[in-house]
């Protein structure tokens, strides 16, 4: 077990004093095997390291290839929770990751396992979009959006935790470090809106973001979603099959202000 795992017993105080203090180093010790339901312990996050990608770093070809490894993990475990698919992506080539981390509209978050080095988390944010790219037509339900010069826009996509290291809290603290950047950034407007847009079958993910004070703000297609994620050269070409033009995905919206 790493030396720098640090043990959080989420028991009461009277609970606590119950347990003779080996019962404490048995748990320590054992805690890579508590299972990830075992509500009274939690590992605390000093195991993982939060990395904001620099576009411009030297190592932006190692990092791309590591990116495309867990993006690719991420459509392939979880198809139903992404509005791309494995089989499109597994064609780009590493240019084209490297590409994708390089967009100067894209700020990309990942999370390592410091034991390893092995990347388990990510998360974009994409922006500022324009309140014209922003809107959504009026049958979606989404209200429209203040005008750039007093709210800034931006989208969040792509997160993802490998199924081993989920339940730690990381997707909760990678989200709010793309959040902190985003308060950090200096100039006007002070107002900045954060987007996502969910599955509605997606039921657990949309708790999660419930419960980091999103607010449901109404229903997006499959187009429009591949569209605001920046992804629109996904949607083909002619008539659209309904899979893209159903409103299917929910759209919700996080309030921030800078500081
Ligand atoms: C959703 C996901 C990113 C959560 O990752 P994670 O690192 O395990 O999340 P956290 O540990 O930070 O948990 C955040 C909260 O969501 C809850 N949660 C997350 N996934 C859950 C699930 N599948 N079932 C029930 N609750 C879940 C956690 O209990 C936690 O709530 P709490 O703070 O009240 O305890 C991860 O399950 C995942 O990658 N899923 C597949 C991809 C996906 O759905 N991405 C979202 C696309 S919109």
Same mark, same amino acid.
């Given at each position: 077990?790493?030396?720098?795992?640090?043990?959080?017993?989420?028991?009461?105080?009277?609970?606590? &004093?119950?347990?003779?203090?080996?019962?404490?180093? *048995?748990?320590?010790?054992?805690?890579?095997?508590?299972?990830?339901?075992?509500?009274?312990?939690?590992?605390?996050?000093?195991?993982?390291?939060?990395?904001?990608?620099?576009?411009?770093?030297?190592?932006? *070809?190692?990092?791309?290839?590591?990116? &495309?490894?867990?993006?690719?993990?991420?459509?392939?475990?979880?198809?139903?929770?992404?509005?791309?698919?494995?089989?499109?992506?597994? @064609?780009?080539?590493?240019?084209?990751?490297?590409? &994708?981390?390089?967009?100067?509209?894209?700020?990309?978050?990942?999370?390592? *396992? @410091?034991?390893?080095?092995?990347?388990?988390?990510?998360?974009?944010?994409?922006?500022?979009?324009?309140?014209?790219?922003?809107?959504?037509?009026?049958?979606?339900?989404?209200?429209?959006?203040?005008?750039?010069?007093?709210?800034?826009?931006?989208?969040?996509?792509? %997160?993802?935790? %490998?199924?081993?290291?989920?339940?730690?809290?990381?997707?909760?603290?990678?989200?709010?470090? *793309? $959040?902190?950047?985003?308060?950090?950034?200096?100039?006007?407007?002070?107002?900045?809106?954060?987007?996502?847009?969910?599955?509605?079958?997606?039921?657990?993910? %949309?708790?999660?973001?419930?419960?980091?004070?999103?607010?449901?703000?109404?229903?997006?297609?499959?187009?429009?979603?591949?569209?605001?994620?920046?992804?629109?050269?996904?949607?083909?070409?002619?008539?659209?099959?309904?899979? $893209?033009?159903?409103?299917?995905?929910?759209?919700?919206?996080?309030?921030?202000?800078?500081?």
């Amino acid at each position: 077990m790493p030396s720098n795992v640090h043990v959080s017993a989420a028991y009461s105080h009277t609970e606590a &004093r119950a347990f003779p203090f080996s019962v404490h180093i *048995a748990l320590f010790k054992h805690l890579h095997q508590v299972p990830k339901s075992y509500p009274d312990v939690k590992l605390l996050p000093m195991e993982y390291q939060y990395i904001h990608i620099d576009r411009y770093g030297s190592n932006i *070809a190692t990092q791309a290839a590591k990116y &495309r490894d867990l993006r690719l993990a991420a459509l392939q475990q979880s198809p139903t929770s992404f509005s791309s698919t494995y089989e499109t992506e597994s @064609r780009f080539s590493l240019d084209t990751w490297i590409a &994708r981390l390089s967009e100067p509209s894209k700020e990309t978050f990942v999370v390592a *396992a @410091r034991s390893t080095g092995e990347w388990v988390a990510q998360v974009t944010v994409l922006g500022p979009i324009t309140t014209s790219i922003y809107d959504l037509p009026e049958e979606s339900g989404q209200p429209p959006a203040l005008p750039d010069e007093e709210e800034e826009k931006w989208q969040m996509l792509g %997160l993802y935790t %490998l199924p081993e290291h989920r339940g730690h809290g990381i997707a909760k603290k990678i989200c709010q470090e *793309a $959040f902190n950047y985003l308060e950090v950034q200096e100039g006007q407007p002070k107002k900045v809106r954060v987007r996502i847009m969910v599955k509605r079958q997606n039921v657990a993910p %949309l708790k999660m973001y419930e419960s980091m004070g999103f607010k449901s703000a109404g229903l997006c297609t499959l187009a429009e979603a591949l569209i605001a994620n920046g992804d629109s050269d996904m949607i083909p070409e002619g008539e659209l099959p309904e899979a $893209f033009t159903s409103r299917g995905g929910v759209v919700m919206t996080l309030e921030l202000d800078k500081k």
